[in-house]
C-alpha cells in the first residue's frame, strides 16, 4: 500500500506564501496520480491540484495562478506551493494518491491532513 504524510501547513497573513509537502511510501512505483484537496469545517472536501506519472497537472479554478504543483521523483515527494493566499483558502490540506493495485484496479490513500490558516 500507499503511505501519505504532508507537513509545511501553519499560520499566514493574506498575501503571503506557503509550501506544503507530501512525501510517499511503501508501494511508490504503483502510483498514477498525486493531489492536493482541502476542507474546511462545514464544508465538502474539494479538489485543489493534481499531477499524473505523465506530469500533466490540473488545478481548481478557484486557485489557477497562485497555486502550483510539482513532483520529485527521485524523493518521492509532491509539493504544492501556495501563492497569495486569501482567507478563504483556510482549511485541512490533504495529500492523495490514485494507485494501481495488482489486480489492475485504481486505489485512492490519503494522508492525515494538514492545517493551513490565512488571517490577520
Known amino acids: 500500500q500507499v503511505q501519505l504524510v504532508e507537513s509545511g501547513g501553519g499560520l499566514v497573513q493574506p498575501g503571503g506564501s506557503l509550501r506544503l509537502s507530501c512525501a510517499a511510501s511503501?508501494?511508490?512505483?504503483?502510483?498514477?496520480?498525486m493531489g492536493w484537496y482541502r476542507q474546511a469545517p462545514g464544508k465538502r472536501r474539494d479538489m485543489v491540484a493534481t499531477?499524473?506519472?505523465?506530469?500533466?497537472?490540473n488545478y481548481a479554478d478557484s486557485v489557477k495562478g497562485r497555486f502550483t504543483i510539482s513532483r520529485d521523483n527521485a524523493k518521492n515527494t509532491v509539493y504544492l506551493q501556495m501563492n497569495t493566499l486569501k482567507p478563504e483558502d483556510t482549511a485541512v490540506y490533504y495529500c492523495?494518491?490514485?494507485?494501481?493495485?495488482?489486480?489492475?484496479?485504481?486505489?485512492?490513500?490519503w494522508g492525515q491532513g494538514t492545517q493551513v490558516t490565512v488571517s490577520s
Open positions: 511503501g508501494s511508490i512505483f504503483s502510483i498514477k496520480a
Open positions: 499531477i499524473t506519472s505523465g506530469g500533466s497537472t
Open positions: 492523495n494518491a490514485d494507485s494501481e493495485n495488482p489486480l489492475g484496479a485504481m486505489v485512492g490513500s
